[in-house]
């Protein structure tokens, strides 16, 4: 079965640092690019970044220069480095599979709060 | 920059109903277009992809149509499981990936 799992939300004050992973199992993760989406509650979805298979990564203009997207292809792993968190951040995080421009598996999502 | 305007933003219909919601870019896409289903609480899930293909396992009630810059979702008749938030997205060479701001498909 496909899957990913997404781990590593929480509570962290604004200016703080956050790790959020994703676990994959089921594909060759290797061969797909890879997004992590977000969704304040409410709210719509919002593209925060993508990695492709060679490395190369994107992001749009909100998250560029604070959040720093990776991958482990060896243990299967995405994961999102957030710094400088604010409390527009705030939000449920999904990690999904890119298939061209769309994206065809999502995970059920890693909660971040930014407060004090 | 492209943008992705849904209309309408929310949308009563009962069981049984044909619906349609409508995504309209800004600028001309040609066909690369997607839409989504998300439930209250739950990820969103591929429904079409290209404007009009289907994703494996959805219902054939489920259809895309439209290019360049007006896309259509239609359900040929609305079932209980239905009643859901609708997104279509993008891919420009600017933004990169766009989603619309949402339909909001609720009972009558």
């Known amino acids: 079965e496909v899957q990913l799992v997404e781990s590593g939300g929480g509570l962290v004050q604004p200016g703080g640092s956050l790790r959020l992973s994703c676990a994959a199992s089921?594909?060759?993760?290797?061969?797909?690019?890879m997004h992590w989406v977000r969704q304040a509650t409410g709210k719509g979805l919002e593209w925060v970044s993508a990695?492709?298979?060679?490395?190369?990564?994107y992001y749009p203009g909100s998250v560029k220069g604070r959040f720093t997207i990776s991958r482990e292809n060896a243990k299967n792993s995405l994961y999102l480095q957030m710094n400088s968190l604010r409390a527009e951040d705030t939000a449920v995080y999904y990690c999904?599979?890119?298939?061209?421009?769309?994206?065809?598996?999502w995970g059920k999502g890693t909660t971040v709060t930014v407060s004090s | 920059a492209i943008q992705l305007t849904q209309s309408p933003s929310s949308l009563s219909a009962s069981v049984g109903d044909r619906v349609t919601i409508t995504c309209r870019a800004s600028?001309?896409?040609?066909?690369?277009l997607a839409w989504y289903q998300q439930k209250p609480g739950k990820a969103p899930k591929l429904l079409i992809y290209?404007?009009?293909s289907l994703e494996s396992g959805v219902p054939s009630r489920f259809s895309g149509s439209g290019s360049g810059t007006d896309f259509t979702l239609t359900i040929s008749s609305l079932q209980p499981e239905d009643f859901a938030t609708y997104y279509c997205?993008?891919?420009?060479?600017?933004?990169?990936?766009?989603f619309g701001q949402g339909t909001k498909l609720e009972i009558k």
């Open positions: 999904a599979r890119g298939s061209t421009y769309y994206m065809d598996v």
């Open positions: 089921g594909f060759t993760f290797s061969s797909y690019d």
């Open positions: 990695i492709g298979t060679a490395g190369d990564t």
């Open positions: 600028q001309g896409i040609s066909s690369a």
């Open positions: 290209d404007a009009s």
């Open positions: 997205q993008q891919f420009n060479s600017y933004l990169l990936y766009t």
